[in-house]
């Protein structure tokens, strides 16, 4: 309530200062004082109606807005809150990614808010860039930031040589298996080295029934069908930046899903439970009832899964499987920061973010879990990784080493105004090929290709 | 069984002519097992809720009715780690109490009027009522509540949801205290103002006493109906803390972490198990107010 | 609000304006009448009107754009719009799964209780029903959202491990877009409504003398007939009110569809509710003049539907 009153003094501050310097007269005095008791909530309806101008001095407190499920999973963030008194912490109405109401706003040459967190650099950000919505962070972030970020986790963020995203969370995919489910089935503990070791682990499970699946993914494109395809190559992508559907290893990897689907929960097809479809998928309950043994898929998931186990320990991770001739890369993104083109307190946001992005218990808490829950997502600069590796923590788990050494080896999906929407648009027609319904693989990938370039056409 | 068989009853072990005990009341035993069936159903789900909510992790995912293992830590657990529970909960408490007690007074107020004062245009007024119950205003009317919040900056404002909420239930309850009110004989009330009461008095010291069953069914129909809502509030509302208690529910993160399925199930027997609770001890004067508010109506 | 009291026992023609005169006047009528019409007005009538008004517009919510005047454009791009039709047709198939289990099942367990002479058994019984009519609704939801999960949810469990009519292979997948997710969100609804109904039946029953069913019963008919000849036909006024009433909240249904569905268009719980609500608050620039001609469209289908309704099965006296 605190911050309330003290948004509505400074606005009033700011108010006067400029009815003082004649720069708005007395009619509109009154109004946008009355505008400003009406609170910050109030301003979003009134900023349409133009407004805005009178916050251009940079009069409202600091603003960051983020997706909700990072809160969620990181409870450190109300603690570096803590420490920026009077900031004004939203939560963004962006389920299952959706940025109507940036651009919206930005359009109007607006923004109600003042950075953004959770932004994903191949879902978001190259839409937002196009619709103006947000600027580089070249201007406020520090140098020794920037030449912080480990390389390919800066040029992921990176649009014509300017940083649109300050990365925050890193995701990367692998695998993880339940090793008591595999000693029951007499298979390895170890991380099947290429897909014909996975299948053949994930069938010997089935076999011996120690579990009703062998292998399990997540069916959303960029979960499974991007990561298998670079497990062969990373040189899948058309000029345009667009994922290429129709290339040898894609095709390969459609094949494989339908191959592992054999052995994978029957319902894997089917949409989440929350965040509108997006999380909350069949693949992860199957998970953490322990009913499958092998899993594909950003490290956090098998690590939040396995709480729920009898024995959590004994979930184990490695690096996903590759093809016997493929690069062996991977897929991995970052979750982080935008800022708004027509937000505010720039300079504060810029602070802000270093503050959140550094914060050692943030880190520590996403490694080791909270009872809030364990995202085991990793920071994206070199300097923590050093210190870590020079001072090893006793809480430090094998898995950040790997997930680290992973990182050198795998790739971002492009970037892209049809980043996300290309593998939204693709599923229910590959899927087709998945279900039995089309036989030939190269005919669903090509109707796909179609789709997405129509898609694209419409503009 | 039960005291119905009139019929005198033989014991089943003797061989007589006359049918056994089982065959005489069989339309009997027939009748109450399939409600007793029923009764299962409806009672088994709700059980299975407190069940999974005293469960441990590991177990909540076996879909085993008993658990292996007992964990009554998450009743606490959900209060003193999930930030926003206490707040949702507030949220909840507030709008749908005042939402409550506002919907009540103007349906008892309406009724009464409609009733006893006799308005010219009473008619109109009803009918209107009535066609407003056929017509699928809550969802049509969703984009103009919208548009009508923004105006009045109430977007994103929890007490902001008590003004459509009211209107949620605010017809069938005005149609409810009106038929209440037709149980009061007229002649009680012009008999209080021959006496000289104004009609204020009138209503507080007789009318309102006299419909105290409809004041109960008006009460749970608001309370159950302002407690639930979800789309009034998830499209006014985008912060999880101005959130009321159903609809964070229904996001809540697919049953992981602090959202676990018995954190879950313990916030859903926390918040419905009150209403419950009320209700079976509200449940006579209940059923006499919709016994009589149903014949009429 | 004027509380005089007139106190001359005598004067029944008190002239100051107050107790008497203030209830004949009729201006306190209307007066205790305001609270409630303004609610009314304000947020059912009104809203109405304007989203009548809007449907003619091509008003966009996140545009700053003027708004103009396309009278019947979004009506026709409506109904040009093969989804439009899709999306009705789904709320109908509810609607036609949902009607018959949700006045049959309680008009059954009507019968059956009203017979029940045990009058703290009744009781109990009644309360029992009842129980679920006093969950909120979104509650209602979520509970049953757990209970059909695949994976974990009792009613798979059950039908897995306890019975063993399915295997973990073959168990039905009730929602997540799947042809079962209508019929799935209609029986939750039955569950839901079981015991208001069969309470609805239970005042109907009430009001029939107890010494004409007693009459026929006398005179030899079973308990079919009893029910077909004698009950029936009184029910029939009560039935007719909740087939009309339920038909109505059925086809518009939007909370189920925004928790058990989302907003894939191929899904079968993607109906002309959520196809309004997408819209007008997700999609685009919020194209709500389109999505209120969505709107009027689904609520018009919807009202002749029930009056022809109304008309059919109007009781015959």
């Known amino acids: 309530m605190s911050v309330r009153k003290e948004e509505e003094h400074v606005v009033q501050r700011a108010l006067r200062r400029q009815l003082l310097q004649g720069t708005i007269d007395r009619r509109q005095f009154l109004t946008r004082s009355m505008v400003a008791g009406l609170g910050m909530a109030g301003v979003a309806a009134a900023t349409k109606t133009g407004i805005g101008p009178a916050f251009a001095a940079d009069d409202r407190p600091l603003t960051p807005t983020f997706y909700q499920w990072i809160e969620n999973l990181h409870p450190g963030i109300a603690t570096v809150n803590g420490e920026f008194p009077g900031i004004n912490y939203q939560i963004a109405p962006v389920e299952g990614f959706g940025i109507e109401r940036f651009v919206a706003e930005a359009k109007a040459g607006e923004s109600t808010w003042d950075v953004y967190v959770g932004q994903t650099p191949f879902v978001e950000m190259t839409a937002m860039k196009e619709a103006g919505v947000i600027e580089p962070w070249d201007d406020y972030m520090p140098k020794e930031v920037l030449d912080d970020i480990i390389p390919s986790i800066r040029e992921e963020n990176t649009i014509d040589g300017k940083m649109y995203g300050w990365p925050f969370l890193l995701d990367v995919i692998g695998t993880g298996w339940h090793s008591g489910l595999t000693d029951k089935a007499g298979v390895a503990d170890e991380a099947p080295a290429t897909w014909d070791d996975f299948l053949a682990a994930g069938q010997k499970v089935v076999d011996s029934k120690a579990a009703p699946w062998g292998a399990t993914f997540d069916s959303h494109g960029w979960r499974s069908v991007a990561p298998i395809t670079h497990s062969m190559s990373t040189d899948v992508y058309t000029p345009e930046g667009l994922f290429d559907f129709t290339s040898e290893p894609a095709i390969e990897a459609l094949k494989l899903m339908k191959t592992i689907m054999a052995m994978a929960n029957p319902d894997i097809l089917l949409e989440g439970a929350t965040d509108a479809g997006v999380n909350g998928t069949p693949d992860e309950v199957a998970f953490a009832a322990q009913r499958v043994a092998l899993y594909f898929k950003y490290f956090n998931a098998p690590l939040r899964m396995a709480a729920n186990w009898d024995d959590p320990t004994l979930l184990h991770l490695g690096p996903l499987p590759k093809f016997p001739n493929g690069e062996g890369s991977t897929v991995f993104w970052t979750t982080g920061c935008a800022l708004f083109k027509y937000g505010q307190n720039k300079e504060k946001a810029a602070e802000y973010i270093k503050a959140l992005t550094y914060d050692p218990q943030i880190w520590k808490d996403s490694i080791v879990g909270t009872p809030s829950g364990h995202p085991g997502q990793l920071p994206p600069y070199k300097s923590i990784y050093a210190d870590w590796d020079a001072n090893k923590p006793d809480w430090m788990p094998p898995f950040v080493g790997l997930v680290r050494g992973q990182l050198d080896r795998a790739k971002a999906i492009t970037n892209n105004l049809f980043g996300l929407q290309q593998f939204v648009i693709g599923k229910p027609i590959w899927e087709t090929y998945l279900k039995g319904e089309e036989s030939d693989p190269k005919v669903a990938m090509q109707k796909v290709v179609d789709a997405v370039q129509a898609e694209v056409k419409k503009g | ?297 | 609000m004027a509380q005089t009291i007139a106190s001359d026992q005598a004067g029944v023609h008190s002239n100051r304006l107050g107790g008497r005169a203030f209830l004949r006047l009729g201006t306190g009528a209307w007066l205790l009448l305001l609270p409630a019409l303004a609610f009314f007005v304000g947020y059912q009538v009104w809203p109405i009107v304007r989203v009548l008004w809007l449907s003619f517009t091509d008003y966009k919510f996140l545009s700053n754009d003027p708004s103009q005047w396309v009278g019947l454009a979004n009506y026709v791009e409506a109904l040009g719009d093969p989804l439009m039709w899709q999306s009705l047709w789904r709320a109908a198939l509810f609607t036609m799964m949902f009607l018959p289990g949700t006045i049959i099942l309680p008009l059954l367990l009507a019968v059956l209780i009203d017979r029940v002479t045990n009058r703290r058994l009744a009781t109990i019984y009644r309360v029992v029903l009842l129980i679920p009519a006093v969950i909120p609704s979104t509650l209602i939801f979520v509970l049953w959202k757990w209970m059909y999960n695949y994976q974990v949810g009792p009613i798979n469990h059950f039908l897995v491990n306890t019975t063993g009519l399915f295997t973990l292979q073959n168990a039905p997948q009730w929602l997540g877009g799947t042809p079962l997710t209508l019929p799935s969100i209609a029986i939750m609804e039955i569950w839901w409504g079981l015991g208001y109904h069969t309470i609805f039946f239970l005042a109907g029953l009430a009001a029939i003398p107890k010494d004409l069913p007693d009459a026929a019963r006398i005179d030899g008919a079973n308990e079919w007939q009893v029910f077909w000849h004698v009950v029936r036909p009184r029910l029939a006024p009560i039935m007719m009110i909740l087939v009309v009433l339920r038909f109505g909240t059925a086809m518009a249904v939007i909370d189920e569809y925004l928790i058990f569905g989302g907003f894939n268009r191929a899904s079968p719980t993607y109906t002309w509710t959520i196809f309004m609500y997408d819209q007008a608050f997700k999609t685009g620039l919020w194209r709500q003049g389109y999505a209120a001609a969505i709107g009027m469209i689904g609520a018009v289908a919807m009202m002749i539907v029930m009056v022809l309704l109304i008309r059919i099965f109007r009781p015959r006296d």
Request: proline share 6%; net charge positive; with cysteine.
């Open chain 2, 1 to 297: 069984m039960t005291q119905e068989a009139t019929i005198p009853l033989s014991p089943p072990l003797a061989r007589r002519h006359e049918p056994s005990w089982f065959g005489k009341n069989r339309p009997v035993i027939v009748r109450h097992a399939v409600i007793i069936f029923f009764m299962i159903i409806i009672i088994l789900p709700l059980v299975w809720v407190l069940m999974m909510s005293v469960k441990s992790l590991p177990d909540s995912m076996r879909g085993d009715f008993w658990p292996r293992q007992f964990d009554f830590t998450h009743y606490s657990f959900v209060f003193e780690r999930i930030r926003t529970l206490p707040i949702n909960l507030f949220n909840s408490i507030y709008v749908t109490t005042a939402t409550v007690l506002i919907t009540t007074a103007c349906a008892v107020l309406a009724g009464f009027s409609l009733v006893h004062l006799r308005p010219r245009g009473a008619g109109i007024v009803v009918a209107v009522l009535l066609v407003s119950l056929y017509f699928p205003v809550r969802v049509v009317s969703i984009i103009s509540i919208y548009q009508t919040q923004n105006w009045l900056g109430l977007i994103n404002n929890t007490a902001g949801l008590i003004l459509p909420y009211i209107t949620l239930q605010l017809a069938i309850s005005i149609l409810i205290m009106r038929s209440m009110f037709q149980l009061v004989p007229h002649e009680l009330i012009e008999a209080a103002k021959i006496d000289g009461a104004g009609a204020w008095r009138t209503l507080l010291t007789i009318g309102v006493p006299m419909v105290r069953n409809g004041l109960v069914v008006v009460f749970i129909v608001n309370f159950v109906t302002a407690w639930g809502e979800y789309l009034l509030c998830l499209t006014l509302i985008d912060d999880e803390a101005k959130r009321t208690m159903p609809v964070v529910l229904a996001a809540a993160q697919g049953g992981q972490g602090q959202w676990a399925w018995p954190n879950l199930a313990a916030v859903y027997v926390i918040v419905v198990m009150p209403g419950i609770i009320a209700f079976t001890f509200a449940q006579k004067l209940f059923f006499k107010g919709l016994m009589e508010g149903m014949v009429k109506g």
